[in-house]
């Protein structure tokens, strides 16, 4: 099992969380990072990291010049979102690669994730719980069959053979590009009709509203994505305990602290809740689904598993 991330100097605590907790409930995995300008103190963490784990783990520089000409039109992110397109190039010695955003969690095996049929696929993905019309509008593709990028199996072999990377590099670069999320816009447009669609557990998204309704039962939830913000390290959401209970166990990142909620954030945080009880009063049923997910989330089973180090196989059917 052949995993890839990508990341700037900004996202190397996510890098390190995400590697731990594959690990942990994958040990076959092998790793390989698309590194961009990281720090002389970042490389020799990951230095430490490797000697101390005896993990495979490749880190490959991509620089930012190389990037420099693609557009950033969404506030949160950054160019490190392309080194996707770039893996078939960089790996030529790989068929296929298990894609995964660094601001991810595992929490489970990806067995099933990783040993998908892909004959006559381009990759595997999740459907987005919550895509933004908008987006497919814009590409022209039914709503529900947009898909998040942050987890993607890919067929290396299909890619290099139908020059799909660069396909996609070159509607991006466009003068005309309508894409509105840049290369997740991309990956939608040209992997259309070659998409095989992975369980939700493989892409929970951790973002209050946002989640798969229904919810992943417990015992399926094998990765959690936290998607835009907060993020686990600046702010209150969703499974953010399970995130710092894993960096807590990296010696690396001992000093680690983190980052206090904004006061943007913190206001955003109290509309949301404002906005879910006067939902909830009016009697709109996804207000009261929504309420009742959230408590089930933080009184059942992120206390089971912190306690037992996986999810209960049995509890609150709200899957």
């Known amino acids: 099992m052949h995993i890839v991330t990508a990341s700037d100097n900004n996202y190397v605590p996510g890098v390190f969380v995400l590697l731990s907790s594959v690990a942990r409930h994958n040990p076959e995995a092998r790793f390989t990072i698309l590194t961009t300008d990281w720090s002389a103190e970042s490389l020799a963490k990951l230095a430490s990291f490797k000697a101390r784990t005896g993990l495979r783990i490749d880190a490959v520089e991509i620089t930012a010049e190389s990037m420099a000409a693609l557009?950033?039109?969404?506030?949160?992110?950054?160019?490190?979102?392309?080194?996707?397109?770039?893996?078939?190039?960089?790996?030529?010695?790989?068929?296929?690669?298990?894609?995964?955003?660094?601001?991810?969690?595992?929490?489970?095996?990806?067995?099933?994730?990783?040993?998908?049929?892909?004959?006559?696929?381009?990759?595997?993905?999740?459907?987005?719980?919550?895509?933004?019309?908008?987006?497919?509008?814009?590409?022209?593709?039914?709503?529900?069959?947009?898909?998040?990028?942050?987890?993607?199996?890919?067929?290396?072999?299909?890619?290099?053979?139908?020059?799909?990377?660069?396909?996609?590099?070159?509607?991006?670069?466009?003068?005309?590009?309508?894409?509105?999320?840049?290369?997740?816009?991309?990956?939608?447009?040209?992997?259309?009709?070659?998409?095989?669609?992975?369980?939700?557990?493989?892409?929970?998204?951790?973002?209050d509203m946002l989640w798969q309704s229904p919810l992943a039962k417990p015992p399926s939830i094998r990765v959690i994505h936290f998607v835009t913000r907060p993020k686990p390290w600046n702010g209150p959401c969703p499974f953010g305990e399970l995130w710092l209970a894993e960096i807590a166990t990296l010696p690396e990142f001992a000093d680690f602290i983190a980052a206090p909620e904004s006061f943007r954030a913190r206001l955003t945080r109290i509309n949301r809740r404002r906005r879910a009880m006067m939902g909830k009063l009016a009697g709109k049923a996804k207000y009261q689904n929504h309420r009742e997910i959230a408590r089930f989330i933080h009184k059942t089973l992120v206390p089971a598993f912190l306690a037992k180090g996986h999810f209960p196989e049995k509890g609150a059917d709200l899957g």
């Open 71 to 207: 557009p950033i039109t969404r506030s949160h992110l950054t160019r490190s979102t392309y080194a996707r397109l770039f893996i078939p190039t960089l790996l030529p010695d790989d068929d296929r690669v298990i894609y995964m955003d660094c601001d991810m969690l595992v929490t489970g095996s990806l067995a099933e994730a990783w040993g998908c049929d892909l004959q006559g696929y381009a990759l595997a993905a999740v459907r987005c719980p919550t895509p933004t019309a908008a987006f497919a509008r814009a590409i022209d593709l039914p709503i529900e069959q947009y898909f998040n990028a942050g987890f993607l199996v890919l067929s290396l072999e299909t890619w290099r053979s139908q020059g799909f990377a660069e396909a996609c590099l070159q509607s991006i670069a466009a003068p005309d590009c309508p894409y509105l999320s840049q290369d997740e816009s991309a990956l939608n447009d040209h992997a259309r009709n070659r998409v095989r669609y992975l369980p939700a557990g493989f892409n929970l998204y951790a973002q």
